[in-house]
């Protein structure tokens, strides 16, 4: 990175035409104290000057406020000095005192405050000026800088692969590594090499950005560096971020930084249109391929994955992301997929050899997905069923259609339709129970599950068989069901077990 406008008080010191001298030994300064920046220069003669001042600057004194062979009064006003953050102290020699009294050198070395002198011909307006001077031509540099940085950036947008050949200059330009992250998190682009120490920590700050959904940037300070990021697109649309390896980034570098980010998100907004015109083209041949017949389909793609196939629907709240990861996988590992949009989320048929990467998709972006079993395009909309009833039953993640069927046809009434329209119908029964602490509705259970017969029912509940019979017609009446048929027992059966 570019070093900030404020020159350091090394470059104030090294300037010939001021005859500046360091007084101080400079193995006895703080590590780095030449090499703070100024941000002004001031002189003032007073005993206590630090109401009138600021932190990081040079002041300069004559002298005349200390007593001569006053040890005590110059470690006092250097003490002042140091805890009002004065960087260094430059002393006029010949004014008032000649040379820089010993008196004022043992305080500054004691307290580690730079001391120079300065000569009797260089007046304190010179230095001030040449500060100043100093400050104009590094705010030039950095404006020349950013400028010459902007032209070569536009020039890089215009070759091929434009976003990427974009984010190398800025890498270039910068000293440091860029990385470019898609909608999912999932690392585009970087340069100059591979970041190795720090990757896990910027992936994490990018992906908690990007669940946030906000447009926004932060700094990460991390042990092995520090890094800023930036989201690309409009907030509740993100469509990835930016990082940069730096922490402290002047006026010019966000400035040259932030015409990146409106070019990536140009060029992104860009290719989203493009996505969403070939989405829009792929919803009407999902609804060819939900005749069965993927005729229409090849014709018009060139190719549809390798059958067999599996088909999954995903929720919705992440498709541009889901989708943009799915296009990526394409593009960098080959797997051939086909996705479309519709009514009931986000359709993606992958051949069966590819179904593990819905794992992690899944869990990268946090989404649930239902899963199908794989077979033949000529059973292309059983399998779209399939995963449209594990997608509603499953909790989280991705839920495959024989997983969430395992129980059998029964276990499939658990929808909440379903579970509503038993206990409704259970209701009378289950009110009696409560009212009078009767055992019906376990009867019921028991009964049906014995085979409705009643010895083995009898015994099972601890019973007489006349008393079981007495509850199955009582249960019966309330029911306004004549449990002696198959069909009404076996009605119950399925009320019973989707009322839980």
């Known amino acids: 990175m570019e070093p900030a406008a404020a020159p350091s008080l090394r470059t104030l010191l090294g300037r010939r035409d001021l005859g500046l001298r360091l007084v101080s030994d400079e193995s006895e300064l703080v590590d780095g104290a030449l090499e703070q920046p100024v941000r002004w220069v001031h002189n003032s003669d007073l005993v206590d000057p630090t109401p009138f001042l600021a932190e990081d600057l040079v002041l300069l004194t004559t002298g005349m406020q200390l007593a001569e062979e006053d040890a005590e009064g110059a470690t006092a006003y250097v003490a002042r000095l140091v805890h009002r953050g004065v960087l260094a102290l430059g002393f006029g020699s ?95 682009h970087e340069h100059p090499t591979a970041l190795g120490s720090g990757a896990d920590a910027v992936a994490a700050g990018v992906a908690e ?51 990146v980010i409106a070019m990536a998100g140009l060029a992104l907004e860009q290719n989203e249109q493009m996505s969403r015109a070939r989405r829009r083209m792929h919803t009407q041949l999902l609804a060819s391929l939900q005749d069965d017949d993927p005729t229409l389909a090849r014709r018009v793609l060139g190719s549809l994955p390798a059958a067999p196939v599996v088909l999954a629907v995903a929720e919705t709240p992440r498709a541009g992301a889901l989708i943009d990861w799915w296009e990526r996988r394409r593009t960098d590992a080959g797997v051939a997929s086909f996705l479309a949009e519709g009514p009931d989320g986000v359709t993606i048929c992958v051949s069966a050899a590819d179904a593990a990467e819905f794992d992690e998709v899944a869990g990268r972006l946090g989404i649930r997905i239902g899963l199908s079993s794989a077979g033949e395009y000529s059973g292309f909309s059983q399998a779209h069923a399939q995963a449209l009833t594990a997608l509603r039953r499953g909790r989280s993640g991705v839920t495959r259609y024989a997983d969430a069927t395992s129980g059998g046809v029964l276990d499939a009434l658990g929808g909440e339709e379903t579970r509503l329209l038993a206990r409704t119908r259970l209701a009378p029964l289950r009110r009696h129970d409560q009212e009078t602490g009767g055992e019906l509705e376990l009867t019921l259970r028991v009964w049906l599950e014995h085979d409705a017969h009643s010895e083995r029912t009898a015994a099972a509940l601890g019973i007489h068989r006349h008393t079981l019979r007495t509850r199955i017609a009582q249960a019966a009446g309330l029911l306004g069901s004549d449990l002696s048929s198959f069909p009404a027992r076996a009605e119950l059966w399925a009320v019973l077990r989707a009322a839980g």
């Open 94 to 188: 010949g004014v008032h005192r000649v040379g820089v009294p010993d008196e004022l050198i043992a305080a500054c070395a004691h307290a580690g405050l730079a001391l120079f002198e300065v000569p009797y011909d260089i007046p304190f307006l010179a230095i001030a000026r040449a500060h100043a001077e100093a400050i104009a031509a590094s705010a030039y540099a950095r404006r020349t800088w950013a400028l010459e940085a902007q032209r070569a950036l536009a020039i890089a947008a215009l070759r091929p692969h434009g976003l990427e050949s974009t984010l190398s200059e800025l890498s270039r330009r910068l000293g440091c590594w860029v990385g470019m992250y898609d909608a999912t998190g999932a690392l585009s």
């Open 209 to 259: 950005l990007l669940a946030r959904g906000g447009a926004a940037s932060r700094t990460i300070e991390d042990p092995d560096g520090a890094f800023t990021l930036f989201t690309l697109g409009r907030t509740g649309q993100l469509r990835g971020a930016i990082a940069i390896e730096a922490a402290a980034l002047d006026a010019e570098t966000r400035a040259v930084i932030t015409s």
